[in-house]
């Protein structure tokens, strides 16, 4: 008897990221897409970009669908965008600056949601293009201890000892399966059920942490998130989005990347510590930010 056949919808934000998104489709098609086993369809979200990638994506690849919205609206919100309207069982965020290789079979993946019910996220392993493990991809709770042993370079002097490394879990044996607490957005497969029942991405976060914060409703709702390095694919980190347009955007960046910190810190933690740790952490993140 065959093994039963699922869909999966892959979704792709972009924004002015036209070099690298070419590159994204090229190997997703050429490595994934024409031997996949499953049902999968395409879905290209562009962010108002001011460069050619729509006329690119018209012009080149006309079989993924697209949605070109009027105004760039982040990360979570374009995502949303697809994930409001998918009847797939799975769907899959992926970047724009990513590469899919000879070892980027996502059938693996949902083969294993297929057998493991529990599972609502599952994530590649994702390296840069140097071979090294880019750390987003497996992480911990950003618990207050494990942001300052990261921060405080604890995790980097012992990062095999659990008791330094809660926020990258480089105590794991990177090699195996194993459950993880949050993942990177730039490719994680998520459970459209586990989606109906948490919800979809929180757009209070433009970009940056909305894989966090929803890995961590995912497990306040008892399901599971798991790593496959089996399963891998080249992330060209900073490539996309706006780290790579000028350099007023780019320090804009900068200040999403710190200010969602203290976003996620009140959404999720908050409430456990005294108000003077709030401000301790903003005391932090304004000397991370240069003062910006």
Known sequence: MSKKKSSLEIIIPNYNSQFWLKKTLISLKQFYLDQAYHH?????????????????????????????????????????LALRETQADYVMLLNSDVELTADSNFDKLIDYLNQHQKVAVITPKIIFSNGQIDPACHRGEPTLWASFSYWFRLEALFPR?????????????????????????????????????????????????????????????????????????????????????????????KKHFYNTMLQYYDKHHARRYPHWVRQLIHLFITIKKGGL
């Open 161 to 253: 000892q659990r008791w330094s490394s809660q926020y990258h879990q480089w105590f794991k044996e990177l090699d195996q399966i194993h459950m993880i607490d949050a993942c990177s957005g730039a490719a994680m497969m998520v459970r459209k059920k586990a989606i109906d029942k948490v919800g979809l991405l929180d757009e209070q976060f433009f970009m940056y942490a909305e894989d966090l914060d929803w890995a961590h409703r995912f497990r306040q709702a008892h399901w599971q998130i798991v790593f496959y390095p089996a399963v891998s694919l080249i992330h060209h980190k900073y490539k996309s989005g706006l780290k790579n347009t000028s350099q007023a955007i780019a320090r804009n960046t």
């Open 40 to 80: 999968v369809s395409v879905t290209l979200v562009d962010n108002a970009s001011s460069d050619d990638s729509v006329a690119m994506i018209r012009r080149n690849f006309r079989w993924v669908k697209l949605i070109a919205n009027q105004k760039n609206l982040g990360f979570a919100g374009a995502n949303n």
